[in-house]
């Protein structure tokens, strides 16, 4: 498939159904997946996310402690309490939530979440670059940076002409402009733009 095409497939996608088909489409167009090293920590205020592997560990209790990932619908199980929703929340927001939860049926319990992989940070680039394809990332990432990791732009490229696709909290998709010779310029106030999970940069 040639990289014209697969462009115009993500954005027929996008508009019939949202950014989430638009990261399908991007998947099947190429086999490429690019993942840089993985960071000593994730920040302390990195927000977990789907497929994110965690490390929860109870104090003198080993069969409450393990390693696990966060489901698809953003929940972990645990025994006693099931399932507890860790999507959306930082370690320290979960330490806490799980501990609460514990307390009903143990006193003072003292918890710890560990980030041990993070797999939620996926973005998508498409278009006129060397490597187009999925991004999985490990830590916050600017649109820079990702496109350093596609390999840089291809021949034909129109690098201020770049389109971030972004789903939004409402379920809409917003277009975000972007202008790679602007933010390279100095004394522009063209922003390096921060990346978000399932972000889909296409580069005409």
């Given at each position: 498939?040639?990289?014209r095409?697969?462009?115009?497939i993500?954005?027929a996608l996008?508009?019939?159904?949202?950014l989430g088909?638009?990261?399908?489409a991007?998947?099947?167009a190429?086999a490429t997946?690019i993942s840089?090293g993985m960071?000593a920590?994730a920040p302390?205020?990195?927000?977990?996310?789907?497929e994110?592997m965690?490390?929860i560990?109870?104090w003198?209790?080993?069969?409450l402690?393990?390693?696990?990932p966060?489901?698809?619908?953003?929940k972990?199980?645990?025994p006693?309490?099931?399932?507890v929703?860790?999507?959306?929340l930082t370690?320290?927001?979960?330490?806490?939530?799980?501990a609460l939860a514990?307390?009903?049926?143990m006193?003072n319990?003292?918890?710890s979440?560990?980030i041990?992989?993070?797999?939620?940070?996926?973005?998508?680039v498409?278009?006129?670059?060397?490597?187009?394809?999925v991004l999985?990332?490990r830590?916050?990432?600017?649109?820079?940076e990702a496109?350093?990791?596609?390999?840089?732009f291809?021949?034909?490229?129109?690098?201020?002409k770049?389109?971030v696709f972004?789903k939004?909290?409402?379920g809409?998709?917003?277009?975000?402009?972007?202008?790679?010779n602007?933010?390279?310029?100095?004394?522009t106030?063209?922003?390096?733009l921060?990346?978000?999970p399932?972000?889909?940069?296409?580069?005409?």
């Amino acid at each position: 498939m040639t990289t014209r095409r697969a462009i115009v497939i993500a954005l027929a996608l996008i508009g019939a159904a949202g950014l989430g088909a638009a990261s399908a489409a991007a998947q099947s167009a190429t086999a490429t997946t690019i993942s840089p090293g993985m960071p000593a920590a994730a920040p302390s205020d990195y927000v977990i996310g789907p497929e994110d592997m965690l490390q929860i560990s109870v104090w003198k209790n080993d069969t409450l402690s393990r390693t696990m990932p966060v489901r698809p619908d953003g929940k972990i199980s645990m025994p006693l309490l099931h399932d507890v929703h860790a999507a959306g929340l930082t370690t320290m927001q979960l330490r806490d939530k799980i501990a609460l939860a514990l307390a009903e049926f143990m006193p003072n319990p003292e918890v710890s979440v560990i980030i041990t992989e993070v797999r939620s940070l996926r973005v998508s680039v498409l278009g006129e670059v060397q490597k187009p394809g999925v991004l999985q990332l490990r830590s916050d990432t600017t649109i820079l940076e990702a496109i350093a990791m596609a390999g840089g732009f291809g021949t034909f490229a129109s690098p201020s002409k770049i389109t971030v696709f972004r789903k939004g909290n409402n379920g809409q998709t917003q277009k975000i402009r972007f202008n790679y010779n602007r933010a390279l310029a100095s004394g522009t106030e063209e922003t390096n733009l921060t990346l978000k999970p399932g972000d889909v940069i296409v580069v005409p």
